[in-house]
């Protein structure tokens, strides 16, 4: 598994050769899973607290809408990515399965299980100090946007979302047999709209 971080290109050049495995992309899915649904169950306890006592059992319903709806995130995540990259690899007379594509994409959230994690970790330290009682929603959107812990942590993102985009590279290189270029422009398109959206969001460095 350390490979896939350190040398993606040898990781894939030789799991070309293997048959599709799903054991290890489930798991690592499984983990992103568990961790968004914890952020989602984190992010609704704290806004539980500022409820009225009668609207707790709603609230709790809400919870769990969040964690059903976090997991599928990332199943949805998992599958568009792989879209994505599969169809714009079209372009360049790609060649390869998508099984094979979406077997390889998993391997690129590596790096976002820590990024979830540091994120799990500031979004508990932002909402800890957030009054939703209050009655305007966007006073309060604007505080947890405008808190330096989340522009610490979209930096973070960013940057392991780019550590993902390297490995997504040599992965979409070998699983639709494109060159070095043109896998990087497959995967550099939508990352990159990411990347520049994510910075607009948090108008960090003051874009």
Request: charge should be neutral.
């Amino acid at each position: 598994m350390l490979e896939v971080l350190t040398d993606p290109n040898g990781f894939f050049k030789r799991k070309i050769n293997e048959e599709n495995e799903w054991k290890t992309p489930l798991i690592i899915m499984a983990v992103m899973a568990i961790l968004g649904a914890l952020s989602a169950y984190i992010t609704m306890m704290k806004v539980m607290e500022s409820l009225p006592q009668e609207a707790a059992a709603f609230a709790g319903v809400g919870a769990a809408f969040g964690i059903v709806g976090a997991i599928i995130g990332v199943i949805f995540a998992w599958v568009l990515y792989s879209a994505i990259f599969y169809l714009i690899s079209l372009v360049f007379n790609g060649e390869g399965s998508f099984k094979r594509v979406m077997e390889f994409v998993s391997y690129g959230f590596i790096p976002s299980i820590a990024s979830s994690a540091i994120s799990l970790y500031f979004t508990n330290k932002i909402l800890s100090g957030i009054d939703f009682s209050m009655d305007d929603p966007t006073m309060i959107a604007d505080m947890i946007l405008t808190d330096p812990s989340m522009k610490i942590a979209g930096i973070l993102g960013i940057i392991f979302t780019l550590w993902s985009a390297n490995i997504w590279i040599f992965g979409m290189m070998y699983a639709r047999n494109l060159s070095f270029k043109n896998a990087a422009i497959t995967v550099g398109i939508p990352i990159g709209l990411y990347v520049l959206y994510t910075l607009y969001t948090l108008k960090i460095f003051g874009v």
